[in-house]
């Protein structure tokens, strides 16, 4: 590359793709940092997002570069700020000449103000702790006139407790899903143990040690 301007038609389709890619709050914007400081603006899409055109001066961060206080190092990803107040995910990438001199940038910024906006009025909307979660699955009272059905209730409820798929289980997660069932009486059925054991993908020896060790837990406290 010779200049940013040589360049110009190609890296402005670039940032036609990158733009529509992302779209309307997604800015880019190309420097020259042969320009005046002042005007080092050569090419913007969606410019909106802060409110910047072509023309426009250079940002703090390029003008260190220009200077030569500040090397050349591309930076992806570091969250940002605009005077007018938006949150910006930005990506700054330097452009060589031939020598090796920065002589421009191609800059990315995308406003996740209102993405950011949208995850906290979602987090409040589901927000739940574990022990809401827990208090709701273990007061569920299980009406059926087949106590083969209520333990086979009685499993899915206590996996869903411990919040894991079986096969992901820790040994203590599965401990905590058979103390679930031995608190509601699930080894009183008939059976029970080799149902629960294929259940939690276990032999029944290691259910009756994972059982011992949670009694004697419970026992303790």
Known sequence: MKNVSSEEKNLRKIMRGIAQQFGPDCEVVLH???KDHDHTILAIENGHVTNRKEGGPITSRGLEVMRGSKS???EYNY????QNGKLLRSTSIYLFNDDGIAVGSICINLDIT???ATRSM????IRATEDDISKQITSREIVTNDVNE???ILIDQSIRYVGTPVENMTREEKMKGLQFLDERGAF????SSDRIAQSYGISRFSLYN???AVRSQSQEH
């Open 72 to 74: 050349a190092t591309d």
């Open 188 to 191: 009183l059925i008939k059976k």
């Open 150 to 152: 209520m333990l086979d």
């Open 32 to 34: 020259d940092f042969e």
């Open 114 to 116: 209102q993405l950011i």
């Open 210 to 212: 994972y059982l011992d």
């Open 122 to 125: 979602i987090d409040t909307l």
């Open 79 to 82: 969250i940002n700020q605009s």
